[in-house]
Structures are given as C-alpha cells and as structure tokens.
C-alpha cells in the first residue's frame, strides 16, 4: 500500500469509528431507553485509543507524501517549466496526480493550488484519479474515424458504462481516445493494454472486454 492510498485508507478508518460508535450508541438507547454511563465512557475510550493510533499511522504517511515531493521538487527547482516536469513525475510514481500530494507541492514550490490543478486539467495526460487495472484506447486520428472508430468508442462506452478519460467503478477499466497511434493501415484500431488490435469491428468489443475480464479471474 503506498503513502497516498494508506493516507485516504487512514482518513476512512477515522470515518467508520465515528459512525460506528454513533451506531453502537443508538442501537443501546433504543434497547434501553438510555445509554449507561459507564458503556459511554468505555466506547469513548477505545474510540480514542484507536484514533490516537490511526492519527500516528496518518503522521508517518504525511511525512513519506512530504519527503518524495521534496524530492521532487528538489530535482526541479531551478528548472524552467519545472511544475510541470514535478507533475510527470508524480503521476509516473502514483499512476495519478492525488490530492494529498497536490496539496503538498502547492506548499513546497509556493504555487496556488488552483493553478496546480489549473496545469492538470489542461493537459489531457495528467490524471486526477488512480488508474483502472486495464487501459482500452481508442484511435481516432482521421483513418480510423474514417473506418469507424466513433462506432468503437459507443461499443466501449455501452459495454463499460463510461466515457472516455473515465475508469470503471471497479478501478478494472480505463477509456482513453487518442489520435492516431501510428497504424493506419490496421484503422480502425485499438490498444488493450498495450496490444493493437487492428481492424476492429464493433461485434468485436464484447470479446476484447471478456478477454481482458477472464484474464483478471471474470472481474465484472
Ligand atoms: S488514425 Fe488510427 S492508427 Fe492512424
């Protein structure tokens, strides 16, 4: 687990022992028409013993997300352009640009957040969510377009249930569309993980995405 997913994963512990306790409390009063003093305290004490851990654990996560963008940073300071060359290598660590260490570099480098993420959604390439398991691209440079692609995309799209630039609620899939990939003479073309497929037809689609889900064990 890396210092970003724990970081969220930490904040979602937090979370569930409130809710768990505001339940625990409720269930008790509807029993009992009150809830004892001593079965109050008791909760709120092993509730506190477990977020005195859990805010430890956030601690220790803050300062790795802290440490690798001073790093990166470090490597890019005198650099021109350099917010940029700091966000390709925080998406190429994490796969994503996350929140937390967008957070981080607006105060390491001293740029507005807003305009850190001003850059991200600029550029098609930077990420704001993790990516899914497996990448299906699109090609639609004027060769493939002029073969179909669009018929493609609205395959992928139903049998999915995303758009593009999307990933699945599973984190299995992610769409992309992208201008030619260079293989005009398979159009129309997609990329699964990797691997052209050339001559696509639509009534391909179904098996392309069975072929990618028996590969993961029949993830839906
Ligand atoms: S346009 Fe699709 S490969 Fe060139």
Redesign the pocket.
């Given at each position: 687990m890396t210092a970003v997913e724990g970081s969220s994963r930490t904040s979602e512990l937090a979370r569930q022992d409130e809710s768990a306790l505001l339940d625990l409390l409720q269930e008790l009063e509807k029993r009992h028409g009150f809830v004892p003093r001593q079965v109050s305290e008791e909760i709120s004490r092993l509730v506190e013993v477990k977020l005195e851990r859990l805010r430890r654990i956030q601690g220790k996560l803050d300062s790795t997300i802290r440490r690798d963008v001073q790093q990166h940073v470090a490597q890019w300071r005198n650099e021109e352009g350099n917010l940029i060359m700091i966000l390709h290598a925080i998406q190429n660590q994490h796969g994503y640009v996350p929140r937390e260490v967008a957070m981080e570099l607006s105060r390491e480098l001293g740029v507005k957040l807003a305009r850190i993420y001003e850059v991200i959604t600029f550029y098609h390439y930077f990420k704001l969510q993790p990516p899914g398991a497996h990448t299906v691209t699109v090609?639609?440079?004027?060769?493939?377009?002029l073969k179909g692609?669009g018929e493609l995309l609205n395959e992928l799209r139903t049998q999915l249930g995303i758009s593009e630039g999307q990933t699945t609620a599973d984190r299995q899939f992610h769409l992309d569309v992208v201008?030619?990939?260079?293989?005009?003479g398979?159009?129309?073309?997609i990329v699964v993980d990797g691997r052209t497929c050339g001559h696509v037809k639509p009534s391909d689609i179904a098996g392309h995405v069975a072929a990618v889900k028996a590969k993961t064990g029949g993830a839906k």
């Amino acid at each position: 687990m890396t210092a970003v997913e724990g970081s969220s994963r930490t904040s979602e512990l937090a979370r569930q022992d409130e809710s768990a306790l505001l339940d625990l409390l409720q269930e008790l009063e509807k029993r009992h028409g009150f809830v004892p003093r001593q079965v109050s305290e008791e909760i709120s004490r092993l509730v506190e013993v477990k977020l005195e851990r859990l805010r430890r654990i956030q601690g220790k996560l803050d300062s790795t997300i802290r440490r690798d963008v001073q790093q990166h940073v470090a490597q890019w300071r005198n650099e021109e352009g350099n917010l940029i060359m700091i966000l390709h290598a925080i998406q190429n660590q994490h796969g994503y640009v996350p929140r937390e260490v967008a957070m981080e570099l607006s105060r390491e480098l001293g740029v507005k957040l807003a305009r850190i993420y001003e850059v991200i959604t600029f550029y098609h390439y930077f990420k704001l969510q993790p990516p899914g398991a497996h990448t299906v691209t699109v090609c639609n440079g004027t060769a493939c377009y002029l073969k179909g692609s669009g018929e493609l995309l609205n395959e992928l799209r139903t049998q999915l249930g995303i758009s593009e630039g999307q990933t699945t609620a599973d984190r299995q899939f992610h769409l992309d569309v992208v201008r030619c990939i260079g293989c005009c003479g398979m159009a129309p073309a997609i990329v699964v993980d990797g691997r052209t497929c050339g001559h696509v037809k639509p009534s391909d689609i179904a098996g392309h995405v069975a072929a990618v889900k028996a590969k993961t064990g029949g993830a839906k």
